[in-house]
């Protein structure tokens, strides 16, 4: 027998390793990739979308992940593994028929889901939600490691998001962070001292998940739908579950400060409703006003005055929230410029009113910064394993591609006080 050699046609190169950044939450699964020196770009997790729901479908013969899971939240809730990923480790299990996943397995077949669009990576780092313990997010590792994950290390969200920020655009001082998933709203004291990035205090609070916002904002359709109709889409699982699926793209309609369609219909009836932005805001105005009262228990626990509100775009689109920061850090604002102006004049007094920002980020700011993460641990700066209190920040403030990051973090809505 002879053995033939593979050959690898001389216009046929082998494909680049490259890092990637991979960011999961209890909503979904996103990723970047790219080389160490290079600005990372984003890698489709799904077949037809960038990223992966973070669901498990228990309807067919195998577990499915991702959509089909998704697909089933609100039709058939008891065949459907959502909001797993908080109770890792927890004797938590979702059954039917004979499927019985904990949260742990739960996990495993996302990361199973996952390893054929990581395939190619050298290394990758993951941002992981900061409600995690410390042990859970050891067992998230042994996960990657049992799915043939080349895992550098993990790192707090909110620290990934601050560490976006600040590639993008440097301040010094105090920022609050906000993030929201399905599980729960966090918000997060981050603190940029000399070369540092230093997580002080954190909280979340699970019954401001974006579950829950968006269950208000289908109760709020609900009723405006009986009142014209006289007729409840909840009573449909299928007009329920695909009026759902609309308020993804409705939150970006309503971002913008455009009126929201909203088309439902079962094979005996059709009805089309048109809701205002302040009529979307009214509908969680309850909601708003617990995260703001929420997050300035976090502001009022800095020790120096607050710098920055960095939002990450799944609570930057929530109806009202950021008018209602906005409105919190004026009101902030003055107290501690009038301190100041007893000392050192009014000359301080409008400095300090003009040093607080609110920006929100874009959707792949923390993966982008795991990518950033993954090359310095490549390179040796930065030793493997869990980044969970502080990120040594990177010696160039000012890198090649900082323009570039800046315009992809930050999304063009910015409140200068």
Do not use: C, N, W, Y
């Given at each position: 027998m002879v053995w033939a050699r593979k050959t690898v046609p001389a216009n046929k190169a082998e494909p680049q390793p490259v890092l990637v950044g991979l960011d999961i939450n209890a909503s979904r699964a996103r990723a970047v990739q790219g080389p160490v020196q290079a600005m990372p770009r984003l890698l489709p997790l799904a077949a037809t979308a960038d990223e992966l729901p973070m669901a498990v479908s228990l309807a067919g013969r195998q577990p499915e992940v991702g959509a089909a899971g998704a697909a089933l939240c609100r039709i058939m809730p008891h065949l459907t593994c959502i909001d797993f990923l908080a109770h890792v480790g927890q004797p938590k299990e979702w059954s039917a028929g004979r499927h019985r996943?904990?949260?742990?397995?739960?996990?495993?077949?996302v990361f199973d889901s996952l390893q054929p669009a990581l395939d190619n990576a050298r290394g990758i780092v993951v941002a992981v939600p900061g409600y995690l313990s410390r042990a859970q997010v050891?067992?998230?590792?042994?996960?990657?490691?049992?799915?043939?994950?080349?895992?550098?290390?993990?790192v707090q969200a909110p620290l990934a998001n601050a560490l976006a920020a600040h590639r993008a655009e440097p301040w010094s001082g105090p920022a609050l962070v906000l993030d929201a998933?399905?599980?729960?709203?966090?918000?997060?004291?981050?603190?940029?001292?000399g070369h540092q990035l230093g997580l002080q205090a954190m909280q979340s609070w699970p019954h401001l998940n974006l579950r829950v916002w968006k269950g208000c904002l289908l109760d709020a359709i609900a009723d405006r739908c009986i009142r014209q109709s006289r007729r409840d889409p909840r009573d449909t699982p299928a007009a329920e579950q695909a009026l759902y699926e609309r308020?993804?793209?409705?939150l970006d309609t309503c971002d913008e400060g455009k009126a929201v369609e909203f088309f439902m219909q079962n094979s005996h009836w059709y009805q089309h409703l048109l809701l205002r932005p302040e009529e979307m805001v009214t509908a969680v105005a309850r909601l708003v006003q617990q995260a703001?009262?929420?997050?300035?228990k976090i502001v009022a626990a800095m020790p120096a005055p607050l710098h920055l509100v960095l939002v990450s775009r799944a609570a930057g689109r929530l109806p009202g929230l950021m008018a209602a920061l906005h409105e919190m850090v004026t009101e902030c604002a003055p107290s501690a410029a009038a301190e100041g102006s007893e000392d050192f004049g009014e000359d301080l007094l409008q400095e300090r009113a003009l040093s607080?920002?609110?920006l929100v980020q874009g959707?792949?700011?923390?993966?982008?910064?795991?990518?950033?993460?993954?090359?310095?641990i490549q390179r040796g700066d930065l030793p493997r394993g869990y980044l969970d209190?502080?990120?040594p920040l990177p010696k160039s403030e000012h890198p090649p591609s900082a323009g570039d990051a800046k315009e992809r973090t930050f999304r063009l809505l910015s409140f200068d006080l």
């Open positions: 996943l904990d949260a742990l397995k739960a996990v495993g077949l050891l067992l998230l590792m042994s996960l990657a490691e049992k799915a043939r994950f080349p895992a550098l290390g993990l998933d399905d599980h729960a709203l966090t918000a997060a004291a981050v603190v940029a001292e308020l993804e793209e409705a703001v009262q929420a997050s300035m607080t920002r609110i959707p792949g700011a923390a993966a982008e910064a795991a990518h950033e993460l993954a090359a310095r209190g502080a990120i």
